[in-house]
């Protein structure tokens, strides 16, 4: 049996909140084979740590070696060399961000565990036809797991039953679809986004603001993971005399990201929320540009994002777990392919509170 659990999710839960987020890849469908390549656009962001321990408290960084990963047994737990043979891909949404460089990360570590063979390939866009692609690319070329963090919760769904009727064992990572699968592994991101909503309104009250116009610059209307936290973070201000704008979205694209804050702030906002790495990124670039007079907060962690907190241009950032979500999800499939049962079907992931304290 294997000991993998995330028992520092036990040990440092002080406010449950979870779950995100995510990226793109290339035509080639193959991210860049180094992770400190992967950076979202004008982040210059240098290699990805991992992420923090999984709970929702401010605590200092955790490498993704350090996840001894599982918070109890799953079954009938895969063991070291049970993946010789075995080719496991992961999908994600893009390779633009280093919460998939993590995510990939514990994808790696798992596999030298196993002893299966590993890729990562993504498309260069957050787009349903290049994911769909990439799913029928990775059965083609043998693959017989794939990890894969849906763009959206239909679209992809006839993909994963061509594979699933391929004989291809499907776990879901970060962001799901509509298809059942092995397991899922990701955040409570409606938790997480209710968080960064409760950050950003104590700061407001702190500066004596108890009304104003809000933004939200997000990714698309259909990534479940950031819909999540869309929807989390307006319920934060239910029963508030704050008005929360129509959510603009921007592809998680930083340079994007900045236009839509930068108008935002045009209208008078007094608040604004990033929900994925790009959009926090770009919001806290805008705020950054306009002299920090406005309350931002984020969604995921990168060193970037970090630079942002420490400057004063975000109060915090949601940061999540995407190695464990990367290393579960490997010892599920393999687990899977060998005729084990795996549970439980979904596993919380957990997230963390990085403010200015907890990252100087």
């Not at 962001?45 to 605590?59: D, H, L, N, R």
């Not at 390939?121 to 990439?134: L, N, T, W, Y």
């Not at 259909?222 to 008005?243: I, K, N, P, W, Y």
Request: glycine share 10%; proline share 3%; net charge negative.
């Amino acid at each position: 049996m294997k000991k993998k659990v995330l028992s520092i999710i036990l040990s440092m839960a002080v406010v449950s909140a979870v779950l995100v987020g995510c990226g793109s890849t290339s035509d080639e469908t193959t991210p860049a084979a180094e992770p400190e390549g992967a950076a979202a656009e004008e982040t210059e962001e240098a290699a990805p740590e991992a992420e923090e321990a999984p709970a929702v408290e401010e605590e200092a960084e955790a490498p993704a070696a350090a996840n001894d990963m599982l918070a109890g047994e799953t079954g009938d737990i895969a063991g070291p060399g049970d993946g010789e043979g075995q080719k496991v891909v992961l999908i994600t949404i893009d390779s633009m961000d280093q919460h998939w460089v993590n995510m990939d990360k514990g994808c790696k570590q798992a596999a030298e565990e196993l002893g299966c063979e590993y890729k990562w390939i993504a498309p260069d866009v957050k787009d349903d036809a290049k994911q769909i692609e990439c799913v029928n690319n990775a059965v083609a070329d043998g693959a017989t797991a794939i990890l894969v963090s849906a763009n959206g919760p239909d679209a992809i769904s006839s993909a994963l039953q061509e594979a699933d009727e391929a004989g291809v064992k499907i776990v879901q990572v970060d962001s799901f679809a509509n298809y059942p699968c092995v397991q899922q592994l990701g955040t409570d991101n409606r938790a997480a986004g209710k968080t960064a909503g409760e950050q950003v309104l104590a700061a407001l009250k702190d500066k004596g603001i108890e009304e104003g116009k809000i933004g939200i610059v997000s990714v698309n209307a259909a990534t479940t993971s950031t819909v999540d936290r869309d929807e989390g973070f307006r319920s934060a201000f239910e029963g508030t005399a704050f008005e929360i704008l129509e959510t603009q979205y921007a592809d998680g694209d930083a340079a994007k990201s900045k236009d839509a804050a930068a108008n935002f702030i045009s209208q008078g906002c007094v608040a604004l929320f990033g929900a994925n790495e790009g959009s926090c990124v770009g919001v806290g670039n805008a705020v950054a540009e306009d002299g920090n007079n406005i309350v931002a907060a984020g969604m995921d962690k990168s060193d970037a994002v970090i630079q942002l907190i420490k400057d004063g241009s975000l109060i915090c950032t949601m940061a999540q777990n995407p190695d464990v979500m990367g290393y579960e999800g490997m010892y599920a499939a393999i687990t899977a392919i060998n005729g084990g049962s795996v549970s439980p079907d979904y596993i919380d992931t957990g997230v963390s509170i990085l403010t200015k304290d907890s990252v100087e």
